[in-house]
């Protein structure tokens, strides 16, 4: 699993600027899609060698209400508690505050391991400064600067140096060649109901069997005499118990969850619409470029005027996710359900489908026969052919001249083109322009 970077600190220290720096490589998926904001507390990033998520929990505030007990909201302190590492953040041109040394309490005392990260530390002398950090009792102080990208690379590598990456295992590999499928969604929208009617009774209930899956993250499976694994997000897991009515939400678990995935399904709640939350998990998945299945659940009880008015909704709040499947049903009553596994199947196949550079080439020509790219100014753009740079999700790569001058919605038409021609349903597709030959 990657491990996960969580940034803590008062305002203004420059977390959010920092964050940033940290989280650039995958901006360009998600920018690319309209309706779609990225997410300003949760991002993947890749400074160094090892990729990783960042956690900034400046959002969450209110850091200092009252005293000791309110230093950090409870959110923050959730997401210390998962952290693989917490960089905590302090200002070097105010220096110490007595903020920080309330915060630096409670870091202590959660047990984790805490980097402490001298920000906005750019031309300033190091010694003097850096004694009053040492004050914390956190170990030796790092300073960077977030705002000019200095020694960002040093940080996160000393963050991540306990973290290696071996190549997959073969375990890992052999479930790459099936679906491996992220059941994620906020809590009570019906996930465990969900898995249940899927699987059958029994199979959750080895869940909870201790030695056997417990601390595993990974159920294997067969549905049709087809293997599958499920990765279970720690949620799951606590709702199947009796005693546990609350669900803790986790967003860590789930992006984690998503990543370890190759298909998200996405579970929505008819009865209670489409929230900020439902929108910051589909962009997860986005942002992952993970193939996706849309599972409108509780589509019980509900009227025909009811439900024309949920679909105009869904249609209309989810239309970035168009390119997936969706499909309303009763994970309770177990009907709809049947499809669900099929849909699963086909954004598979879609997001690691190979398409030899002929065939793609010509569709490519075939799309700019009927339809040629507009001109830039004096020139017109020229694309010669086509390859795929890439699987799950598929890149097709195109190569010409004059490139640079190709409009977004001209990108989006030879998207929605190949999606066609090859029949690419429930996986994101990316089309990049390459410059000569
Ligand atoms: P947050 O509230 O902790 O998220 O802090 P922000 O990232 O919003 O930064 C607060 C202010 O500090 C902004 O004006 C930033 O431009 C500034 N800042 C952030 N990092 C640096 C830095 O490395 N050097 C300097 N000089 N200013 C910085
Ligand atoms: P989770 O938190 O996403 O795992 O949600 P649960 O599976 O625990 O379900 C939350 C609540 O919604 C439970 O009371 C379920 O009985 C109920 N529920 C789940 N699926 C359906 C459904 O299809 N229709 C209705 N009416 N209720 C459902």
């Known amino acids: 699993m990657k491990p996960t970077l969580v940034l803590v600190g008062r305002p203004n220290v420059g977390k959010s600027t920092l964050f940033n720096r940290l989280t650039r490589s995958r901006d360009a998926l998600v920018a690319d899609i309209p309706g779609l904001t990225r997410d300003r507390h949760y991002g993947h990033g890749k400074l160094g060698l090892k990729p990783y998520f960042v956690v900034d929990t400046g959002g969450f505030e209110p850091v200092i209400k009252s005293g000791i ?27 110490l505050a007595s903020q920080d040394k309330i915060i630096a309490d409670q870091l202590r005392k959660t047990g984790q391991r805490i980097i402490l990260v001298v920000n906005k530390a750019e031309g300033m002398h190091a010694s003097p400064m850096m004694a009053e950090f040492h004050e914390l009792g956190l170990g030796a102080p790092h300073s960077v600067s977030a705002l000019h990208g200095e020694h960002l690379g040093e940080l996160v590598d000393f963050a991540l140096e306990d973290y290696a990456y071996a190549a997959a295992d073969e375990a890992e590999s052999a479930r790459l060649k099936h679906p491996a499928i992220a059941i994620v969604g906020r809590p009570n929208v019906g996930k465990s109901t969900l898995i249940n009617t899927l699987l059958g009774e029994e199979r959750l209930i080895t869940f909870d069997q201790p030695g056997t899956t417990r601390d595993s993250i990974y159920v294997d499976f067969e549905y049709d005499q087809r293997p599958y694994t499920l990765i279970d997000t720690a949620g799951l897991r606590r709702a199947t118990k009796v005693w546990e009515t609350i669900e803790k939400f986790s967003a860590i678990k789930t992006l984690q969850a998503i990543e370890a995935a190759n298909v998200a399904i996405l579970v929505l709640d008819a009865h209670s619409g489409i929230s900020e939350q439902d929108a910051r998990i589909a962009g997860f998945i986005l942002e ?65 489908a190979r398409i030899p550079t002929p065939k793609l080439t010509r569709a490519m020509l075939a799309a700019v026969a009927k339809q040629p790219p507009p001109r830039g100014g004096m020139s017109r753009p020229k694309l010669r052919y086509a390859h795929q740079g890439g699987e799950n999700p598929p890149l097709i790569i195109i190569h010409g001249s004059m490139l640079e001058h190709v409009p977004k919605t001209y990108q989006r038409y030879l998207e929605n083109t190949f999606r066609e021609v090859f029949q690419l349903q429930g996986t994101p597709l990316r089309v990049e322009f390459r410059v000569g030959h």
């Open 69 to 95: 007990l309110h230093a950090m909201a409870q959110q923050t302190l959730q997401a210390v508690d998962e952290a693989d590492v917490v960089l905590f953040v302090v200002d070097g041109r105010q220096g």
């Open 288 to 352: 992952a470029g993970r193939a996706l299945v849309v599972v409108i659940n509780k589509w019980d009880g509900l009227d025909d005027y009811r439900r024309d008015q949920i679909k105009l909704e869904f249609g209309r709040k989810l239309a970035f996710l168009n390119f997936a499947n969706l499909h309303y049903v009763s994970a309770l009553h177990g009907t709809g359900m049947k499809v669900i596994m099929p849909s699963v199947d086909t954004a598979y196949a879609a997001a690691m």
